[in-house]
């Protein structure tokens, strides 16, 4: 079996920028499994991750010449992804819950235990079952460090619908863990 050479994130960047094939495929492998978490959190099933995955790869392709070597590779290919994957929630997810304020701002806090005995794959899977809109500012907001102003601005919503959609996706999320230990808090939804 021919063993492929190794190259560093700077060979393969500047290979890939040649557009040598084989340096992509190799940079794909180096980043696809990491990307591919980052993509799984924004969609609602594997499938659809894997979309955003490939669509986030083309661009992270023919947008090597806009890196410019300030802050790792990595997170800039993250950036894409993340870009992507909102992209991907625009055209494919119209309609997005709005919750009032006030209905927001009863949130209950969760039991430290039951969060702390939950496994991450349990914790993706309840934020997949959001809907598209909590699921994104959730992850943007929680995940992925954006402010309520940024997120506002990306997804074209107010900030506070951002806040009030963080809070929902916060305490739908609190009653999943809940409810997977067994406990009711007496929750008054």
């Not at 290979?15 to 969609?43: D, I, N, P, S, T």
């Amino acid at each position: 079996m021919l063993l492929e050479p190794t190259y560093t994130i700077d060979q393969l960047f500047i290979r890939c920028k040649a557009g040598e094939r084989k340096a992509q495929e190799l940079l794909y492998k180096q980043f696809a499994g990491k990307m591919l978490g980052v993509c799984m959190r924004y969609a609602t099933d594997r499938m659809e991750a894997e979309d955003i995955l490939q669509n986030g790869f083309i661009k992270v392709f023919q947008k090597l010449t806009d890196y410019r070597g300030e802050g790792a590779f990595e997170g800039w290919v993250r950036r894409i992804m993340v870009h992507t994957s909102i992209e991907y929630y625009r055209k494919h997810h119209k309609m997005m819950q709005v919750v009032d304020m006030e209905e927001a701002g009863n949130e209950p806090s969760v039991n430290p235990i039951a969060s702390s005995n939950l496994d991450a794959k349990v914790l993706l899977g309840f934020i997949q079952q959001l809907s598209p809109g909590y699921r994104m500012v959730f992850n943007l907001y929680a995940l992925e460090g954006y402010s309520h102003k940024e997120i506002s601005g990306i997804m074209g919503i107010s900030e506070g619908a951002s806040k009030s959609q963080l809070s929902r996706a916060r305490t739908i999320l609190k009653e999943q863990i809940a409810k997977m230990e067994g406990k009711s808090y007496g929750y008054a939804g």
